[in-house]
């Protein structure tokens, strides 16, 4: 394509050169002009690798090239002029020729290849007129003119991008990539009108928290799409790039900035250490164990009952650099004598015991078995702790366990009770066990298995209804991340019989988290997606609490971080009531076992279950 457009150029300025009376070239010498031209030509798109550009992606970077190229085409014709002339008297070409020549050819090669690259993106994106969606992107820097350039080369396209906005209004009346800059003096809905947009994507670096939700919201109201993208300085390509646009997640929109760790402290505690994770394949379990493997441990033992989702996480863990020696452990915490020759054969210095039944519904249904994880597990685990002298037993528990509502929730307090009644036993019976026993509680995890995020999600996949138990009900969440730093940074920080409880911002009413979704998903509330409400499940309260009314907060280095000052139970007692607990559980007496777990847990009212008539029966007990 090159050579034919440099032999038309050749052509044209021969015949521009004729019309003013004078020849470009002699007839005589066509025999020898021709090929020199053409094979120069050549050899300069070979040095300059012209031609190795995707023409609708071309950019300055190739018109320098063929810049150089001509000019140097331009300067060897000269000198094999001269060189021509000295030995015969007589030039190949006329040598202003050649200079008109090098302008034409840079011009044409330059212009066809823009020509080819607006045909292209103009002809396809044409075809897909009715399937994109016009969007203004929010950012007017570097980053965003990159998204630009990278949505706009995107196979198949989805967006035909209208405009930039910009907040700070430095650059009014002003363009970019062709693309009017809007000031942000409207809000931005109004913007989103005057231009007929669908979307906003946001690739303003600059945006705190705050304003990003301001601008999500307004959106969200108006159903407009909103997109995000992340700072994008150090990816290799446009394609990756154009990848990274994607809609907001639910989690980019909570009310809280993110936790800033401890690191040194964390692996000083872990760095060449023994690790073992109990209920290692779980959502939380599983975070734990690639959390932990950035800290260098010596050796990790995920332990699970549950054998597939196991061996997947030691495959996806098999893939990470590490120096780590990983083992997979098919064991259950409620066998004694499985988990002794664990402790025995790996001797584990570190312990995160994440494993739990929680299910509220499932556990209300069959009190024996959160019995029987939940508090003969705990048992089980910390008493091996102990007996081993393992540094660090952390437990995971639940703001459920607060004020329990629910069989679920009383499980995890009396675990709570248990960790704390054994360590305070330790210290005051001078017992030769240096285990530090540590308890971390926080609320909903979104994305854990089960959790509301994934339900919605599937529900919203499949057309709906979404289904509420309660338009008043509101929680706590944080991400799978931010509960494993927690965890890891009690670790650290623990002198052992803490409950440590997180700061997770403010409470998020469930029916406007659901709201959020199908509008992020594209759709209208009860409109395309209904909110179907259902009714309080057994056991399931309105609101949920990370104290108990009697307790108080102590501070730690980390403001997000406090400490609840509970009261210890006497150990021995305790454990006596544990051992009824477990031989009644294993009876399956339900009635007993929730009657035992109340006496256990006074704070333990039923809601909206078949135990309520136990809680009357249970103060009877008590007197």
Known sequence: MDLLVISVTGILSYLLIYRTGILYVKPSLYSISIPVYLVISLLSFRAFRTYAGIIRHSSYIDAVKIFFAQFTTAFLLLAINSLYWSITGRLLYLNIGILINAVFSFTCLFLYRVLVKQ??????????????????????????????????????????????VDKSSHNKSKMILGLPILQHKKRVSVLMRIFNAEALVIADKSLSKEEKLAIVDECLEFNYKVYTVPLISDWEDQKEISKKVKNFQIQDLLERKPIVLDNKSISSQLRGRTVLITGAAGSIGSEIVRQVLQFSPKNIIMLDQAETPLHHLGLE??????AANVCSVISDVRDRIALDNVFRKYRPEVVYHAAAYKHVPLMEENPSQAIFVNVQGTKNVAELACEYNVDSFVMVSTDKAVNPSNVMGASKRIAEKFVQALHNNILLQNRNCKTKFITTRFGNVLGSNGSVVPL?????????????????????????????????????????????????????????????????????????IEIKIVGLRPGEKLYEELLNDTSKTLPTHNEKIMIAQETYDDFVILNEMLDGLIASASQY???????????????????????????KSAVVLQK
């Open 456 to 528: 919605f999600t599937k529900q919203i996949e499949s057309g709906g209804p979404i289904t509420l138990t309660h338009p008043d009900i509101i929680r706590y969440f944080m991400t799978i991340p931010e509960a494993c730093q927690l965890v890891l940074e009690a670790g650290s920080m623990g002198k052992g019989g803490e409950i440590y409880i997180f700061d997770m911002g403010k409470p998020v009413k469930i029916i406007d988290l659901a709201k959020k979704m199908i509008m992020l998903a594209g759709f209208v509330p009860d409109k395309d």
């Open 589 to 615: 007496c339900v009635d007993d076992v929730v009657s035992r777990m109340k006496q256990i847990v006074p704070e333990f009212i039923s809601m909206n279950s078949n135990y309520e008539t136990l809680d």
């Open 317 to 322: 863990i098999s893939k990470f650099d590490s």
């Open 119 to 164: 045909v292209f993106e103009n002809y396809f994106n044409h075809n897909q007129g009715n399937k994109l969606s016009r969007a203004i992107i929010y950012g007017s820097d570097a980053n965003a003119i990159a998204v630009v350039n990278a949505l706009k080369s995107e196979m198949p396209a989805r967006f035909k991008i209208v405009g930039f």
